[in-house]
């Protein structure tokens, strides 16, 4: 006879069967009860989201109290700290459902801006907290400003966040948002660029990055049941993140260890995750080019940043055709009036596209690998589309002192052009040889000339193990103490803003006519002032310039727009002076900060070493070997 618990095990045994049947593991049976549901974790992170606006908005009104009664320096630096570090916990949903609130009110650059949308110039100044970290850790302070700003955050706070908490996220938000922060942590957070009186930048990145970690958590039950290993890499790369950020201070930082350890691997493995999930991202979505690569595995990848989006030429199948004729007439001087000038005789490939002379025309010629990842060109960033620039050069006096119509008719005479045009825009025979295609065949050449191939370039994204000593210590000044990557942000190591990647910015360095250490005198280009963009005219875009990439450097000697530093040395000990105020031209906007840096020779010569490994241009280094013939004009076949 069966004893009942002999029953009791068969059943046991004959559901475990049954469930077997059913696909199911032993494991599972044994398993603790399951994680909870994806929206349970979702609904945790709003729950957070709100409760560290709540502890946002009690810690201003705590920090505007203590302004207003002035209370001492030290409480109001505290209270300060403590507001940010709080802010930087919803900083990846804030930035993510509002950039613009959080820019203009809350942690915006402490610059004055212009008032976008409004014909006439409308000059807005800061406020928030990159404000109030200057006044807050000033060495004496303002009680009024403080208790104003404070008082105006608070304000904006209680209007924002009843808006924020109501909110309704959805998983795809929440990843998003944080591989911005990723983003944004890196290139910004970890370089000081919001924190310039405090330099509390660590601690901050450090509670941003707790806040994004304990986000994962809930998430991350579910994908190690899919994938243990991508699981085990992103909190790896939490875990070592934080170690980093807990010991290091501002100056020693070790921020190359920083992006390989945790800002590339975060990078890469959230989209893996969010896949598995199933969460719907925008990268599914081809048709929206967007700056950033959702899929880029590495902020030094040369796909981070997505060409499309910049150079706004539609994608078609002979995109390679037009690039090749676009090269062609890159490097023919038949499209100048005296057939004496290409566009090449000023951005020579040999000189990563620079020509050496402090003036070519007025200005120092930029480099143009990469020239099209920016929003704007031109050092006073007066043209948008790439395909425009051309005009510029065709029609002045001092370059092809031509026209559209005179080059139209000479490429006309010449049956390889007529064909190749024919090829390259059999899509639009209506305007197969014409101003525009000319335009547009050398747009889509300067638009692929690009880099991201440097030795730096392949170390960061862990191609190669080797690196020069001095390139490390060298990326961690530029980043850090010497805050260059403050305005001359990574990957592209130009003003263009991460970590949206859409805009670009001048800056006032009071550069000097020529030089001398004392008593200089301020360039006289006006800058951007005098761009012809009414909205440029604003007082605080006099002598203000596009802050041009450092790569390649090594070749684009003279620097800065009227070329008047011959060496690199020169450049950093400008910039360790102060920049204009240091050499005896003020400027009262200068956007680069007073104070010396303080470098010492070998920390100049570090930078120096890091600017150096940026150089990829030799793999652009090539022109046509032959350029097309005109049968028609036999003259104009020795042309070089
Ligand atoms: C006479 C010398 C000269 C010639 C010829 C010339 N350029 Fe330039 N180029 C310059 C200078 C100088 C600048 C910067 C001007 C400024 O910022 O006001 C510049 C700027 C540019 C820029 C903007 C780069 C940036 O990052 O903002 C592009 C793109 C460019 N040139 C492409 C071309 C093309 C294409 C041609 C031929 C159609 C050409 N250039 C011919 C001297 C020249
Ligand atoms: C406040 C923003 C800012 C900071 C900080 C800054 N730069 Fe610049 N940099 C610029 C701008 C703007 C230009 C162009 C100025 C001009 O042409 O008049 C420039 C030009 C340069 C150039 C010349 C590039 C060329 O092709 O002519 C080099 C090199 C350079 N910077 C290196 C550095 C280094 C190294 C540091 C840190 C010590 C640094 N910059 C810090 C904004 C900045």
């Not at 494991?27 to 994680?35: F, G, S, T, V």
């Not at 990846?92 to 959080?102: A, F, K, N, Q």
């Not at 390889?416 to 197969?432: E, K, N, V």
């Amino acid at each position: 006879m069966r004893t009942l618990t002999d029953l009791g095990r068969f059943a046991a045994f004959s559901t475990l069967f049954l469930l077997l049947g059913h696909g199911l593991s032993v494991r599972n049976l044994l398993a603790p009860p399951p994680e909870p549901r994806l929206e349970v974790v979702l609904a945790g992170v709003q729950q957070q989201f709100r409760t560290d606006l709540d502890t946002l908005l009690l810690t201003v009104a705590e920090y505007a109290e203590a302004a207003a009664v002035g209370a001492p320096a030290s409480t109001l630096r505290t209270l300060h700290l403590r507001s940010r570090l709080h802010f930087k916990r919803c900083e990846y949903l804030l930035e993510y459902i509002e950039p613009e609130t959080v820019k203009r009110y809350l942690n915006g650059a402490p610059l004055p801006k212009i008032e976008p949308g409004v014909p006439e110039v409308v000059v807005v100044e800061p406020v928030g907290l990159q404000v109030l970290d200057e006044l807050a850790f000033a060495d004496s302070l303002d009680y009024g400003a403080l208790g104003e700003q404070t008082r105006l955050l608070y304000r904006t706070l209680t209007k924002v966040i009843p808006y924020m908490q109501g909110r309704r996220l959805q998983h795809r938000h929440v990843f998003e948002a944080a591989r911005e922060e990723v983003i944004r942590m890196f290139t910004l957070g970890v370089t000081g660029f919001d924190t310039p009186g405090s330099i509390a930048a660590l601690p901050e990145a450090l509670a941003s990055l707790e806040r994004l970690e304990a986000v994962y958590i809930g998430y991350g039950a579910h994908v190690a049941r899919g994938d243990a290993a991508l699981d085990e890499t992103i909190r790896t790369a939490f875990r070592e993140g934080r170690k980093l950020l807990r010991v290091a201070d501002f100056d020693t930082f070790d921020r190359l260890a920083f992006l390989q350890l945790t800002a590339d691997p975060l990078l890469a493995a959230l989209p893996r995750a969010q896949a598995l999930l199933g969460i719907e991202s925008v990268a599914d979505d081809k048709r929206l080019a967007r700056p950033v690569n959702q899929l880029a595995t590495s902020l030094f990848a040369p796909d981070f940043l997505n060409a499309d989006y910049y150079d706004r030429l539609s994608d078609s199948p002979y995109d390679a055709e037009r690039r090749a004729l676009g090269e062609l007439l890159f490097f023919d001087p038949v499209l100048s009036e005296e057939l004496s000038m290409s566009c090449a005789s000023c951005h020579r490939p040999e000189l990563a596209f620079t020509d050496g002379k402090a003036l070519s025309v007025r200005r120092n010629a930029p480099t143009l690998v990469n020239s099209v990842y920016a929003e704007r060109y031109f050092y006073d960033l007066r043209e948008e589309f790439l395909e425009r620039q051309a005009r510029h050069v065709v029609m002045d006096a001092h370059e092809f002192a031509t026209d559209f119509g005179s080059i139209e008719a000479r490429l006309r005479q010449s049956d390889t052009y007529r064909l190749l045009f024919d090829s390259a825009y059999a899509d639009q025979p209506q305007y197969a040889l014409s101003a525009w295609s000319v335009s547009d065949a050398l747009a889509h050449y300067v638009s692929n000339l690009r880099g991201f191939d440097s030795a730096f370039d392949r170390y960061a994204r862990g191609e190669t193990e080797v690196l020069e000593p001095g390139v490390r210590r060298g990326f961690n000044l530029f980043m850090g103490k010497a805050a260059c990557g403050s305005c001359h942000f990574a990957p592209t190591f130009s003003g263009l803003v991460p970590p949206f990647y859409r805009e670009n910015e001048s800056e006032v360095l009071g550069v000097p006519a020529a030089v001398r250490w004392e008593g200089a005198a301020v360039d006289p280009d006006p800058g951007r002032i005098a761009s012809g963009r009414p909205e440029d005219e604003a007082y605080f875009h006099a002598y203000a310039f596009k802050t041009p990439t450092v790569r390649n450097v090594t070749v684009t000697a003279p620097y800065m727009h009227n070329g008047v530093y011959l060496t690199l040395a020169e450049v950093l000990d400008f910039y360790n002076r102060g920049g204009g105020k240091g050499i005896g031209i003020y400027l009262e906007h200068q956007t680069l900060p007073f104070d010396s840096l303080g470098l010492t020779a070998p920390e100049m010569a570090d930078i120096v070493t890091f600017m150096e490994s940026l150089t990829d241009y030799k793999q652009l280094d090539h022109r046509p070997t032959e350029l097309p013939r005109f049968e028609r004009r036999a003259e104009w076949n020795g042309r070089n």
